[in-house]
């Protein structure tokens, strides 16, 4: 038997059902965006839409309803993400607290919290951050040093987080502490707490990214309050909970759609002026994208049944940011287009954009290399 | 057969195989010994004919079924017809027909050659050439395509009726030529609704891409005992960063070829066949490149010689990743259809299948 399990997944008709409303909902609320606005996908930044989404009902679709959720299945989760991502919704606003931060809470918040944050993130009125890597933190996660100590009411933090992600526009951020030094221990001694990210001491400061856009931030805590109430689970929890939701996070279909709107520009090109050479890339690109789109329903399905595909997910992750980052390679082989940044056709701004952000998407939510040193663990290699 | 029976069904074709298949079976294979004894049971097993009635004589299963038995001979290298005999014999069942015991393969396999059915009195009589026939010498009948006044007919012919020379693939596996003059078909009728001329590459390309499955599952399991087992500079080499990444990679191959060729199989079952069988192909036949690269790489110069059974996976790989068609043809199959229907069509499609 195989160390690796993708079983078939069939989607549910209330998922198919789910599916064509948020279609409907697309088309009105996107409209004529064109492709290139539409490749920002979940890095693309809109609050009113966010609110939008949550009218509709479809953040937090998982969580019980009385914080606020809609009760329903993993596989139909999977439907609304995919297709929000396919149309290339500008999620950003809501789609770490969806994806992240509420599920966090869930599992290891207490009640209060739960009904303090949980209620205003399905509105999508509740942005959050994720304040994990250092500067002297990256890949070695466990090694972060910025400190929690202990004060009255609460803790004093100080350090620096860097490349969190919409830190600047979020309302809190999940952020790991060091809250115990032990010596040699390096994964113990570590608590998540909510940060509101408004609190006197934290400064925000951007980083800019190669393309010249604000995503990332450098978030320094210096003597920075945060209430007791604020910590997430038990102290010395952080590490089990950072690793708990990994599938979650690595196994989505943002890990092989980041490209799709330069897939749907190489195919409106192709059809229009057609060559053998573009359409046998075509054909490929499709296969990749149908097999992707397999695996990672693969692993949804999974998380429904109950499963805990870590390692599945780590691989769905690895493939599927290959495919992503592979997709501006295969544009340039095949048509030779010139990347631009404000003139040219949807194509060319297409490409623009993608190629610039590529680099990317094998580096977030754990490298290329941290994934394959997980999968080889899995292989029983380590 | 619910997925609970088929992880049953899993597990008694591979005590069969792991049995039953040795390194020994596999080389004089490759001298062009029938493996009768493999083939017997097989048949007793129920395992040759899972797609046929139980009132024909097989296991009334489905393609999902027909697939946990496919894969299983790709990972063992069970060298047996069993994935040609699946499929000649499911198009007969198709036609009404009914379904002789022994190994059957399918003619014609390559896109240009076609084989000329013609009706003479009673009976339909088979004419022409076709070559690279899987275990086209070895197999009792041939289930040939062909058609009559414009209608695809199946039939059934004896395949001693044929003159047949032999050739081979990289595997060693027969790939003969079949020369039919005005051969007898036992029986012939038409086609189920749908078949074409295609229709056989289709189904061959199908099965090829679940044994591509599941001969790198094979490779897979190889290189990772060999990286723990073989010890350089003082440890096993799967302690090296290097090597563990070029199995992750592999690891992940094996596994974007068994779901789009195990998700092709249900597709034979419920429809969008073509679509999914290009994915299939594509997917499995290029993972099936990379994976032999790299297991030969893991496995150092030991893994080049024949002595050593990677080869067993690896010969067959590179000949099956271009019989019924390589992923350049099924790349610009699925590239003319994706096109065809246009950008704006590819996610509906993608998720409506």
């Known amino acids: 038997m195989s160390v690796f399990q993708f079983d078939l997944t069939e989607l549910p008709p209330e998922a198919e059902a789910l599916r064509a409303e948020v279609r409907e909902f697309l088309r009105e609320e996107l409209g004529t965006t064109p492709a290139s606005r539409r490749a920002a996908s979940w890095s693309g930044y809109d ?56 599920p966090l809470l869930l599992r290891f ?27 002297d933190s990256g890949s070695d996660l466990a090694s972060i040093r910025t400190r929690a100590q202990r004060a009255d009411g609460g803790y004093v933090v100080n350090g620096t987080k860097v490349w969190t992600s919409n830190a600047h526009r979020s ?28 609190t006197p001491g934290i400064m925000i400061r951007p980083i800019i990214d190669l393309a010249g856009e604000h995503h990332f931030n450098e978030v320094v805590f210096q003597d920075a309050f945060v209430p007791e109430d604020m910590r997430v689970g038990g102290e010395g929890d952080g590490w089990k909970q950072v690793t708990t939701e990994l599938a ?86 095949v048509l030779g287009v010139e990347p631009t940044v404000d003139t040219g056709g949807e194509l060319e701004q297409t490409m623009g954009y993608l190629v610039q952000r590529a680099p990317s998407f094998s580096l977030r939510g754990g490298t290329r290399e941290v994934l394959r040193g997980i999968i080889a663990r899995g292989l029983g290699l380590r | 057969m619910t997925s609970e029976l088929r992880g049953l069904l899993a597990d008694t074709v591979t005590r069969l195989f792991t049995d039953l298949v040795s390194k020994e079976l596999i080389e004089s294979a490759e001298r062009g010994v029938w493996p009768d004894k493999l083939w017997r049971a097989l048949e007793e097993g129920g395992l040759t004919l899972p797609l046929v009635p139980e009132s024909g004589g097989g296991a009334g299963g489905t393609w999902l079924d027909a697939h946990v038995v496919v894969r299983a001979a790709g990972q063992h290298a069970a060298p047996v017809p069993l994935a040609e005999t699946i499929v000649a014999s499911a198009l007969l069942v198709g036609a009404g027909l009914e379904v002789p015991l022994g190994p059957l393969t399918l003619a014609p396999v390559r896109a240009d050659e076609t084989l000329t059915l013609a009706r003479a009195g009673e009976s339909v009589r088979l004419r022409g050439t076709a070559t690279r026939v899987p275990w086209g010498a070895a197999a009792g009948h041939v289930v040939a395509l062909g058609d009559i006044d414009g209608r695809a007919m199946i039939a059934l012919v004896p395949r001693d009726t044929a003159r047949t020379t032999p050739d081979r693939n990289l595997a060693l596996e027969p790939r003969d030529t079949l020369i039919f003059d005005d051969a007898p078909a036992l029986a012939a009728a038409p086609a189920a609704a749908g078949v074409n001329a295609d229709t056989l590459r289709l189904y061959g390309a199908l099965v090829r891409s679940a044994q591509m499955a599941g001969a790198i599952e094979s490779l897979l399991q190889q290189s990772v005992r060999y990286a723990t087992e073989r010890r350089q500079f003082g440890r096993p080499i799967g302690n090296f960063q290097a090597i563990q990444h070029n199995l992750a990679v592999l690891a992940s191959h094996a596994a974007a070829a068994s779901v789009a060729a195990e998700r092709a199989f249900a597709a034979a079952d419920s429809g969008n066949l073509a679509f999914h069988v290009a994915v299939a192909k594509i997917r499995a036949g290029e993972a099936a490149g990379i994976a032999a690269g790299l297991a030969h790489q893991v496995h150092g110069a030991i893994g080049f010689t024949y002595e050593h059974s990677l080869h067993f996976a690896t010969r067959r790989l590179w000949s099956w990743r271009a019989e019924f068609g390589g992923e350049s043809h099924w790349s610009v199959e699925l ?18 299948r």
């Not at chain 1, 951020?173 to 390096?186: E, G, M, N, S, Y």
């Not at chain 2, 259809?337 to 950008?343: M, N, Q």
């Open chain 1, 47 to 102: 609050p009113e839409f966010s609110r939008k989404v949550g009218a509709r009902g479809w953040i937090g679709l998982t969580w019980p309803k009385r914080y606020g959720g809609h009760e329903r299945t993993f596989l139909e989760r999977y439907v609304v993400l995919e297709e929000m991502l396919a149309a290339g919704a500008p999620v950003g606003a809501h789609w770490i607290a969806d994806r992240q931060s509420g």
């Open chain 1, 109 to 135: 918040g207490t009640e209060a919290q739960r009904q303090r944050f949980l209620p205003a993130i399905t509105r999508g009125e509740l942005a959050f951050a994720i304040g994990m890597s250092e500067p």
């Open chain 1, 171 to 198: 309302d809190y951020a999940i952020a790991l502490f060091r809250t115990t030094v032990v010596p040699d221990k390096k994964h113990e001694g570590l608590s998540q707490f909510l940060v509101d990210l408004k």
């Open chain 1, 248 to 333: 979650f996070e690595r196994s989505g279909p943002e890990r092989y759609l980041s490209s799709v709107a330069l897939v749907m520009e190489l195919i409106r090109e192709v059809s229009r002026r057609p060559t053998e050479r573009g359409i046998s890339a075509v054909g490929r690109v499709v296969a990749h994208m149908a097999t992707l789109r397999q695996m990672s329903l693969s692993v949804a399905g999974m998380l429904q049944a109950g499963a805990n595909p870590n390692l599945e997910a780590a691989l769905v992750k690895d493939v599927g940011t290959g495919f992503e980052q592979e997709i501006p390679e295969i544009v340039h082989a």
């Open chain 2, 335 to 352: 590239g003319r259809h994706v096109t065809a229907r246009g950008a704006d069509q590819l996610w509906p499609d993608l998720t409506a």
